[in-house]
C-alpha cells in the first residue's frame, strides 16, 4: 500500500480507502490509484477488508452441472460481473441426480464467508414454495418460477417459444409438432407451455409432443418418428442439438428441410461446432442472465430493496431452416 502511495503522490490512507471502495476521494484520483495499483499488482486483502466493513466482498453459487452450455455461459456473466465490482466468488457443484433442496444448497454455501447467494435450479425444488432466505442474506434463483421471498433471473423460455411460433405463423405454417427435453426440466416445461398456447390461441391441435433428452441422438430418434408424419410442416425443438438430430433423421428418410418439413431450435448453441450452420433459433443472452443475477445478489440485503421476477428475452435468429408456405 506504500508503495502505490508513493507512485500516486497521496496518503496510504487515501489508497486505502479506494482499496475498500470508501467515498471521499475524487474520481481523478481514484482513477490513479487504481491504474497504480493495476501496475504495481497491489491487491486488497479480503480478510481485512470485510473486518472494517462488515462484508466479505464475495458471493456464493451453487449450479448444476456447471459444464452444460448455458451453465458455463451463464457462470462467464456472473464472473466477470465479480471482477467488475471487485467481489470473489465461491461456486458448489451439485451433481446431475442429486434432488435440489434450497435449504440444503443455502445452508452449504452460509458456512463460507459471504454476502449473497446465486442458486441454480435446473429443476424444481423439493422445498421450493417453503424455502426462506436467511436474514442478511441476499439470495437469487436461477429460474423461471417466481418465488414470494427471492429475486429470480432467467432467460425468457417461455417468450422464445412465443417468438418462434409467430416466426412460423407469419411463414403459413399451422400443423407445427414439438420435440420437448426431458420432462422434469423447467426450461422444456416452460417452452413447452409456450408452444402450446400459441396453438391453443389460434384454435389449432397441439399433437402430443415427442420426448427427448437434450441430446442430437434423441432428436434423431424423434425426426424418425416425425418423418412418418405427412401432416405437419414444421418442428419446434427445445434445444439446437436435437434439432440437428431432428434434421438428419428427416433428410435420412427422404424428407427435405427445409421444403418439405421446416425445423427451428432453440438456444444457439451449435456456434464453431457445426460448419455452415443453417438452423433458425433462439439466442439468449446467457452472460446478460448471469450478471444480472450477480447484480441482485449483492443488493439484495439494501435497505428498500424489492424482490422481482426477471425474464432476459431471447432474439430470433433467422437461418435457412424455415419455407413459407403460406
Not at 100 to 123: F, K, N, Y
Request: include cysteine.
Amino acid at each position: 500500500m506504500a508503495q502505490v502511495a508513493r507512485s500516486v503522490g497521496v496518503s496510504q490512507q487515501t489508497v486505502s480507502r479506494v482499496a475498500n471502495d470508501a467515498p471521499n476521494v475524487s474520481p481523478k484520483t481514484r482513477e490513479r490509484i487504481l491504474r497504480a495499483m493495476d501496475e504495481l499488482g497491489f491487491r486488497p486483502n479480503f480478510a481485512g477488508r470485510s473486518l472494517r466493513s462488515g462484508r466479505y466482498h464475495a458471493v456464493g453459487l451453487c449450479l448444476y452441472n456447471v459444464t452444460e452450455f448455458g451453465n458455463l455461459a451463464t457462470l462467464d456473466g456472473i464472473t466477470s460481473a465479480a471482477r467488475d465490482h471487485g467481489y470473489a466468488l465461491t461456486m458448489i457443484e451439485m451433481g446431475d441426480d442429486a434432488p435440489i433442496s434450497l435449504e440444503e444448497m443455502s445452508q452449504r454455501i452460509m458456512e463460507l464467508p459471504v454476502d449473497g447467494l446465486i442458486l441454480s435450479m435446473s429443476i424444481m425444488a423439493n422445498d421450493f414454495n417453503e424455502f426462506r432466505p436467511h436474514p442478511g442474506l441476499s439470495t437469487v434463483l436461477l429460474t423461471m418460477h417466481a418465488h414470494p421471498f427471492c429475486t429470480t433471473v432467467d432467460s425468457d423460455q417461455y417468450g422464445c417459444s412465443t417468438l418462434l411460433m409467430s416466426y412460423l405463423f407469419s411463414h403459413g405454417h399451422r400443423a407445427i409438432r414439438f420435440v420437448s427435453g426431458p420432462t422434469y426440466s423447467i426450461d422444456s416445461q416452460f417452452r413447452e407451455a409456450g408452444w402450446r398456447s400459441a396453438l391453443v390461441s389460434r384454435g389449432l391441435e397441439a399433437a402430443e409432443p415427442l420426448r427427448g433428452d437434450w441430446t442430437a441422438n434423441s432428436g434423431y430418434e424423434a425426426g424418425s418418428r416425425l418423418a412418418r408424419d405427412k401432416g405437419a410442416t414444421a418442428v419446434y425443438v427445445a434445444n439446437d442439438q436435437m434439432a440437428m438430430g431432428v434434421i438428419a433423421a428427416l433428410t435420412d428418410a427422404g424428407r427435405r428441410v427445409p421444403e418439405d418439413v421446416s425445423v427451428v431450435g432453440i438456444d444457439d448453441s451449435l456456434e464453431n461446432t457445426v460448419p455452415h450452420n443453417r438452423l433458425t433459433t433462439v439466442r439468449f443472452d446467457l452472460l446478460a442472465r448471469g450478471r444480472v443475477a450477480f447484480e441482485h445478489a449483492i443488493r439484495g440485503s439494501e435497505p428498500g430493496y424489492e424482490t422481482a421476477a426477471i425474464r432476459i428475452p431471447g432474439t430470433l435468429v433467422e437461418r435457412e431452416t424455415v419455407a413459407d408456405v403460406s
